[in-house]
């Protein structure tokens, strides 16, 4: 990759992976424009690194807390961190299971653009109907095993591009009750596991493969990616309560407008 197309893909990734917009649709649009050829291993990893940082930094303190509380758990000391924890590791089981199950089917079958563009679009309208419905009565202190379960059905959803692991994750959490904020500060926290996993798996295939590394792509993708991620988070918590879904929703259904009309 050259140098512009190793900064707008690293911006692009740290960007939508926390937004409800789906990374794999903005990730496919510059390459089928430019006519780019595919990033490679070596750059997923380097912008799975970039992320996860951002997302273990900003929420160091809550997840500090409930590493501490989780490991307590052990020994019969239950809290609201330790809940928690243990919520996101049941809510990690069912994205892990479809992954094993279907990989294969996913990245051989389902990355289409007619696929990534129908299900921006679909996806966009479940969010939009879950914002407009949304009751907003809970926080993640009233998160049960059950809700926890049923919101990592939809994050596994999310293996089939264009979904949004934010956007879906989301979704099924503002239908079950959540507020704006404590859903997106769940799906967040709840992305932590799964980026470690997608991560370490980019990273075996890395280490498998024969090519080689362009160290300075992975850098300067890293750092990018890092930096537009903590600052993508930052500012949708900020904003996620008072302007709710619908900027997103519009734009969804823009993007898979456009990727209909001029790229399938």
């Known amino acids: 990759m050259d140098l512009i197309q190793t ?9 939508t992976e926390f937004l409800p917009i789906s990374s794999s649709a903005h990730l496919i649009l510059p390459a089928q424009m430019f006519g780019w050829p595919d990033q490679g291993t070596a750059f997923d990893v380097a912008t799975h690194v970039g992320t996860l940082a951002a997302v273990v930094l900003y929420f160091r303190q809550d997840i500090g807390r409930m590493a501490l509380a989780w490991i307590g758990s052990f020994s019969g000391k239950h809290n609201d961190d330790s809940r928690t924890a243990w919520f996101i590791a049941l809510g990690t089981v069912p994205a892990v299971i479809a992954g094993l199950l279907f990989n ?21 309208l ?9 009751s907003e009565r809970k926080g993640l202190v009233d998160i049960t095993w059950k809700m926890a379960l049923l919101i990592g059905i939809a994050q596994a959803l999310a293996l089939i591009p264009g979904t949004s692991r934010s956007g879906i994750t989301i979704t099924m959490a503002l239908l079950l009750g959540l507020t704006r904020d404590s859903a997106a500060r769940f799906s967040f926290l709840l992305s932590v596991p799964i980026i470690v996993a997608a991560g370490g ?4 295939e890395l280490v498998t493969e024969a090519a080689s590394v362009d160290w300075l792509a992975m850098a300067v993708g890293t750092v990018l990616a890092f930096v537009s991620a903590f600052v993508c988070i930052k500012l949708f918590l900020a904003a996620i309560s008072r302007m709710g879904m619908l900027p997103f929703v519009i734009y969804r259904l823009a993007l898979g407008a456009v990727l209909f009309a001029f790229f399938v």
């Open 126 to 134: 479940a969010l939009w109907y879950a914002d407009a419905s949304a």
């Open 104 to 124: 294969d089917l996913i990245s051989t079958e389902l990355r289409s653009t007619a696929v990534i563009a129908t299900t921006t679009i679909l996806f966009g």
């Open 201 to 204: 798996l980019k990273t075996v």
């Open 7 to 15: 900064i707008v893909l690293a911006l692009l990734q740290g960007f």
